[in-house]
């Protein structure tokens, strides 16, 4: 727990725990990405399902606060808007081949990779996209077996981020997550990092709960969904 952003309204802020949880988990402290300076040249992120929940804080995070290079993938053009204001550097789309379109735009290989959205489908492509050396991360539970062997000639790793490790597992260090959304807060309220709430439904009855679950089983929300009363 954290006290909420100052400068945001409740709903605005309830967008943002889980999410920033994940996200700064993911960088920080699963991809270990450091913090800047950094060594030239400048390090790179693909963030695999950008304009998502946690993709949404995921790029700000990687863009405005670790200082990467950040591609994002989005699929049409309002996500790809989204994730562009938010601070990805390119975009590329996660239906198309991914590792050709980076090829485009003259990036042969990137240090970290980030998977929010079926690790099945982008575990090979990351493989081949992940520099020697470098780490991919997913979020989303895998259907079928993974052939981590792809990365063995790298020497790159392959972690997870769940936000509910530390309070499930009752770790040591559960209280960083309570510091991590203080420092995410003061982010916001400095004008560093902004709410990621694309929608509010209102009030809170069933036919706003379906509606908010028909919105996210479509695979295509923007950011985060707010239920309000
Ligand atoms: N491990 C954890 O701790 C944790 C925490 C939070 C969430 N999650 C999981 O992470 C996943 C993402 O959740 P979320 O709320 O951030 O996002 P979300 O709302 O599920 O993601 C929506 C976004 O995904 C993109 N997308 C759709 N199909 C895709 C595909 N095949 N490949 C890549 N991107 C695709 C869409 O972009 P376009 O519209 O541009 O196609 C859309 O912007 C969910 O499975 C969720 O359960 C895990």
New binding site residues.
Partial sequence: AAPMPASLSFEQAAALP??A??AW?ALFDRLRVPSPPHAVPRKRLLV?????????VAVQLAAKVAGLEVIA????P???A?VRELGAHHVID??GDMQAQLKTLGIEQVDYVLI???TD??FPAAAAIVAPQGTVCT??ENKDALDVSLLKSKSAGLV?????TRSMYATPDMVEQGRLLEEVARLVDTGILRSTVSEVLSPINAANVRKAHAL?EG????G?VVLKD
Avoid: P, Y
């Fill in positions: 889980l999410t949880i994940t988990e695999i399902g950008g304009a998502g929940g946690v993709g949404s993938t989005a699929s049409r309002s996500s790809v989204w996660h239906f929010l959205n079926d489908r982008h979020i989303v997870w981020e769940f936000m509910f996210l695979g295509h929300v923007i985060k």
